[in-house]
C-alpha cells in the first residue's frame, strides 16, 4: 500500500463549485503540505501543517483553505473553483524528528476547472 | 530572478551516455539540497541529497558548489528507465521551517 494516498485522483468540476482533495499518510510523519503544480514551473506551496493544530499559509494560499482532521490526514478546500486553479495538486509529508527536510509525495490529485 | 532556476532541456541522449544537469540558487544561507525525478504525470520522488562533499549513489553524482551556488547532477551510463524530470531543490534557512524551493525541472530524453 502506498504511504501517502490522495483522493480524488482526477476531478472535472465547474467553476463556483465547492472542492475538496484529501490526503492521507501511514508513515506517521507530523508535518504535511499541499502544493499545486503548473506546466513548466515548479511546485508551489499552498499549506503546510507542522501538527494537527499548526497550520500555516504558504506562497499561493489565496482561494484554498484546508484541513488538517488528524495527524494523518489534510484536506484541501477550494471554496469556489476558478479556472486558473486548474493544476495537479500533490501532498506530502516529511518527519521533524529525523532533523532532515526531504519530502515524501502521494500521487497527485489533476483537476480540472471549467 | 527565481529562487532556483535550472535549464528546462529537453536533454536528448542515447543509450550508454553521460548527462550533466546543473542548477543554481539565489540565497547563499541555503541549507539542505537535492535532486527529485518527476516521471510524466507522476509524483516527484527523490533521487538524492546532495552533500557538500559530493556525493555518489551508483550512476548518479551530485555535486555542491557553495561559492558557485549551484549544484549539479551526473548521470553516467544512461539507461532509457532514466528519462523523466529532475528536479532540483533547495532549503533555504528561514528559522523554524525549512520550506523546500523546486526548480521547474529539466527534461531528459534517453532514446535507443
Known amino acids: 500500500d502506498a504511504d501517502v494516498t490522495q483522493t480524488p485522483r482526477n476531478r472535472i468540476t465547474k467553476t463556483g463549485k465547492r472542492i475538496m482533495l484529501e490526503c492521507s499518510q501511514t508513515?506517521?510523519?507530523?508535518?504535511m503540505y499541499w502544493y499545486r503544480q503548473d506546466p513548466g514551473l515548479g511546485l508551489q506551496l499552498i499549506y503546510y501543517?507542522?501538527?494537527?493544530?499548526?497550520?500555516n499559509k504558504g506562497e499561493i494560499s489565496d482561494g484554498y483553505s484546508v484541513s488538517r482532521q488528524a495527524q494523518a490526514k489534510f484536506s484541501l478546500s477550494l471554496e469556489s473553483a476558478i479556472p486558473n486553479q486548474t493544476a495537479l495538486y500533490f501532498c506530502?509529508?516529511?518527519?521533524?524528528?529525523?532533523?532532515?527536510?526531504?519530502?515524501?509525495f502521494g500521487p497527485g490529485t489533476r483537476l480540472t476547472v471549467l | 530572478r527565481k529562487e532556483v532556476e535550472q535549464d528546462p532541456g529537453p536533454f536528448n541522449v542515447p543509450e550508454g551516455a553521460t548527462v550533466a544537469f546543473n542548477c543554481t540558487y539565489s540565497n547563499s544561507a541555503s541549507q539542505s539540497f537535492f535532486w527529485y525525478r518527476q516521471d510524466c504525470r507522476k509524483e516527484p520522488k527523490l533521487l538524492m541529497s546532495v552533500y557538500s562533499s559530493g556525493n555518489e549513489d551508483g550512476r548518479f553524482t551530485a555535486q555542491l558548489n557553495r561559492a558557485s551556488q549551484y549544484i549539479s547532477l551526473l548521470i553516467r551510463d544512461s539507461k532509457l528507465s532514466d528519462s523523466a524530470t529532475y528536479l532540483c531543490?533547495?532549503?533555504?534557512?528561514?528559522?523554524?521551517?525549512?520550506?523546500?524551493?523546486f526548480g521547474a525541472g529539466t527534461r531528459l530524453a534517453v532514446h535507443p
Open positions: 506530502a509529508t516529511s518527519d521533524s524528528s529525523t532533523g532532515r527536510f526531504e519530502q515524501f
Open positions: 501543517s507542522f501538527d494537527v493544530k499548526d497550520i
Open positions: 531543490v533547495v532549503t533555504p534557512f528561514s528559522g523554524g521551517y525549512n520550506k523546500l524551493i
Open positions: 508513515k506517521g510523519h507530523d508535518r
